[in-house]
């Protein structure tokens, strides 16, 4: 069954700093795996989107990587600012398992001016 | 576009009544998902449709709950009778016609309260 973790839950970082957010699946045989924003109050946004064959996709400041054979994928914000700060949610399309994504958690962060 | 439509935004009931939460996809989107989100448990799919048509339904918590598809453009998700552990925001997204990719777009979310 497979299962995503989010770590660290929150993180607070200082204007500018380059971060990385961290999501973990227990099944490699996924189809793709996904990055969205949440704002406060606010429904999601979708981020990236990286398909089972692709090691990462780079939208802007952010780039997000995917290793399936580690169960690993990362979102790598550069340059962080205020406007950064949200709720960041990964998924796991798993093959096979007719188009429901895994959530996890999410990482709450915070970009202090 | 106007994207995913969700009404109400907010709804406060009292336990035991009927709550009726309605969703317009995006146009063209032929999958729609219910999703429900809590602190505790995050993110749960509840429902989803593939045109019209519910695919799973696995993740409806119990016969309080049923949703309907009555065409393209509409769906309900309703609760009868709710209860306060019902309490959530309930998510519906649609995705347009792209096998496996599931780009997933979202409503604002109806945030229920049930007392």
């Known amino acids: 069954k497979q299962e995503v973790t989010q770590i660290p839950a929150a993180l607070s970082v200082p204007e500018g700093e380059n971060l990385v957010l961290n999501c973990s699946f227990t099944?490699?045989?996924?189809?793709?795996l996904q990055w969205f924003r949440q704002d406060p109050g606010k429904g999601l946004t979708s981020l990236l989107l990286?398909?089972?064959s692709q090691r990462e996709q780079t939208s802007g400041r952010l780039n997000a990587s995917l290793d399936k054979s580690s169960g690993r994928s990362t979102l790598y914000i550069a340059a962080s600012q205020p406007g950064d700060s949200a709720t960041y949610l990964c998924?796991?399309?798993?093959?096979?398992?007719?188009?429901?994504?895994?959530w996890g958690l999410g990482t709450s962060l915070a970009v202090n001016p | 576009d106007a994207g995913v439509i969700q009404s109400p935004r907010h709804e406060v009931t009292e336990m035991g009544q009927e709550v009726t939460l309605r969703c317009k996809p995006i146009?063209?989107?032929?999958?729609l998902f219910w999703y429900r989100q809590t602190m505790m448990r995050g993110l749960e799919l509840l429902i989803y449709?593939?045109?019209?048509?519910?695919?799973?339904d696995s993740g409806m918590p119990e016969d309080r709950f049923s949703a309907k598809m009555p065409n393209a453009s509409f769906s309900t998700l309703k609760i009868q009778p709710s209860e306060p552990r019902d309490s959530a925001v309930y998510f519906c997204?649609?995705?347009?016609?792209?096998?496996?990719?599931?780009?997933?777009?979202f409503g604002e979310g109806s945030r229920l309260t049930v007392l």
């Open positions: 997204a649609s995705s347009p016609p792209a096998v496996n990719t599931g780009e997933l777009f």
């Open positions: 146009s063209g989107h032929n999958s």
């Open positions: 449709f593939n045109n019209n048509v519910p695919i799973d």
């Open positions: 099944d490699s045989a996924i189809y793709n």
């Open positions: 990286i398909q089972s």
């Open positions: 998924a796991a399309l798993n093959a096979g398992n007719n188009r429901k994504l895994i």
